[in-house]
């Protein structure tokens, strides 16, 4: 890691600059794909299979059989971890679910709004170096507590043509049931245009390398919604002496670990605590068994020392990271000082690993500074808000010469008719 100690406002964008993401080279290979499975369907989502994923597959999607011999590979201890972890997220999520609005905000006039579900979702789950089988609860949870209609569950098979055995269990144990061995851009063009195998989606939800990435902001040309611009992961560690050295190291590293384009931040005010972090982060890098993926995440990454306090809180907010760690001796102060970033993890004793599984919060975050107008995936995501009103007579009367006087100002005389013709109408029948 790269060690900065108290950079000027200026410096911040270059000197804290994510990986390039080079998007008109991942469109050249991105477009095609769509277009392939636009025209051919299943057909090129089979010949994909066989040039990114090397399998020969023979069919699409997975068998209630395979379900059912997945469930008997997957461990005792990790049903029972996939089991906490679930019930910490339904408890959360079904926390957010917010009631019917209803309210006359004027005699005779109601206005009405409530949540209704997304039918058609399609969930990207990566399986690549991490079959990150706890994507499917962040997704699947809050896709079933929302009412979608049709739950869809694409993600990569391995080099014999199988789903990892976790990532079936928990699809299955959630109600998830059409899963499809589809991975990459590939799979986000199947929800985007529909194949034999995989249904069209109304919104496709899931993180992924940079080319999911760009293939799902092609996807909304085409009138399909996403739920954020996910791409590789990151952290920013914001802490001081009151920390421990080797916690940090152990939450910088967790992120590293993801992928070589993945970046982590420390953050801190003193210079000696840094080098006790980097020194703790060399150790620890040794026992990783993905420590040539950190290794080269690592120097994308930077150690900033910020003397001052205020400065420290308007670069992380510059920066705004998908995850932050705060372990500092005025946390409260600080945590209430920011207001970019994707989920904040407080105190030592609160490690991102924890968001990442089982605390309860969803770990589909934005990134690559998109915290500072995305949130990440909530029960919210799987719902729109619809609006509704509801106007008697007496509303009308006393509502209608205001829309009336308006419509006509913007010279829109068909809207001030739609009043004008209904008002004339209670007159002649005296109601």
């Not at 010949?47 to 997945?70: C, G, N, R, W």
């Amino acid at each position: 890691m790269k060690l900065l100690v108290n950079p000027s406002p200026d410096k911040w964008t270059k000197q804290l600059a994510r990986p390039v993401q080079k998007s008109k080279e991942i469109n050249k290979i991105v477009k095609p794909i769509l277009k392939k499975v636009e025209r051919t369907g299943d057909k090129a989502l089979f010949k994909f299979a066989q040039e990114y994923d090397h399998v020969s597959l023979d069919q699409l999607v997975v068998t209630p059989a395979e379900i059912e011999a997945a469930t008997a590979l997957v461990s005792k201890d990790l049903k029972e971890a996939i089991h906490t972890a679930q019930t910490n997220i339904e408890k959360f999520h079904a926390a957010q679910a917010s009631e019917e609005l209803i309210l006359e905000v004027m005699p005779g006039v109601t206005c009405k709004r409530k949540s209704v579900p997304i039918q058609r979702v399609g969930l990207y789950v990566p399986g690549g170096t991490a079959p990150l089988f706890s994507t499917v609860l962040m997704l699947g949870v809050p896709a079933k507590l929302a009412g979608c209609k049709e739950i869809v569950l694409c993600t990569p098979p391995n080099r014999e043509g199988k789903i990892h055995p976790a990532i079936l269990y928990t699809a299955n144990r959630i109600g998830i049931t059409k899963i499809i061995k589809v991975g990459g851009a590939q799979a986000v063009a199947a929800f985007t245009f529909g194949t034999n195998s995989v249904p069209k989606v109304d919104k496709i939800f899931g993180p992924g390398n940079q080319y999911v990435t760009g293939a799902k902001q092609l996807a909304t040309k085409y009138g399909v919604a996403i739920d954020m611009p996910a791409g590789p992961s990151e952290v920013l560690v914001y802490a001081d002496e009151s920390a421990v050295p080797a916690f940090v190291a152990s939450d910088l590293l967790s992120q590293a670990e993801h992928g070589v384009d993945s970046q982590v931040v420390l953050v801190t005010p003193s210079e000696k605590f840094a080098k006790k972090v980097l020194k703790e982060i060399n150790t620890q890098l040794e026992e990783l068994s993905r420590k040539d993926i950190a290794f080269k995440a690592l120097q994308n990454s930077t150690a900033v020392v910020m003397e001052d306090s205020s400065a420290a809180i308007d670069l992380i907010n510059d920066y705004a990271p998908e995850h932050l760690i705060i372990a500092v001796e005025n946390e409260e102060e600080t945590v209430n000082a920011i207001y970019n970033a994707g989920s904040v993890f407080i105190g030592n004793y609160t490690p991102e690993s924890a968001g990442d599984y089982a605390s309860g919060t969803n770990h589909t975050l934005p990134t690559y500074g998109y915290a500072r107008n995305y949130s990440g995936v909530s029960l919210d995501s799987f719902v729109k808000k619809m609006t509704y009103q509801k106007i008697t007579p007496e509303g009308l009367k006393l509502l209608g010469p205001a829309v009336e006087i308006m419509a006509a100002n913007e010279q829109l005389d068909a809207h001030k008719n739609a009043v004008t013709v209904r008002l004339n109408y209670l007159k002649e029948n005296k109601k």
